[in-house]
């Protein structure tokens, strides 16, 4: 029967090392499993503030695009208004071009105008005396 105790005690013996060993195993691996929980936890936060950070960066690109296409609108409609500014001047400069050719027919007539009545008549005319005057 000694043997057989002896051998009872050599199992419980190995048995017990090997409870021993699954129990620190376990022990091992439900720390390595709360690791990569926190892991995982951190990794998710980090992704939901870089998912928030991309809208953010989204919106901003919408907002520099909208701005963007005011601007160039703006920018469009200054050079039509400039345009429409160059024609008006060019307008102006021709009609005032043209200014001296029209005035030269009017000058001429007031300065005839202006010559004859400045000058006397050739022969002095004496007053008119009626008919029934006469020599």
Do not use: C
């Amino acid at each position: 029967m000694s043997a057989n105790r002896s051998r009872r005690r050599r199992r419980t013996a190995s048995q017990y090392v090997l409870l021993n060993q699954v129990s620190t195993t376990s022990q091992s691996l439900a720390e390595g499993s709360s690791e990569q929980a926190a892991s995982i936890e951190e990794t998710s936060s980090s992704l939901e503030e870089l998912s928030s950070m991309t809208k953010r960066n989204a919106d901003n690109s919408q907002k520099a695009n909208d701005l963007s296409r005011q601007t160039r609108t703006a920018a469009d409609k200054g050079v039509a208004d400039m345009q429409e500014m160059n024609n008006a001047m060019a307008a102006i400069k021709a009609s005032s071009d043209d200014t001296p050719r029209s005035l030269k027919p009017l000058m001429r007539l007031h300065f005839k105008r202006t010559f004859s009545r400045s000058t006397p008549p050739s022969k002095p005319r004496g007053p008119e005396k009626p008919a029934w005057a006469s020599p």
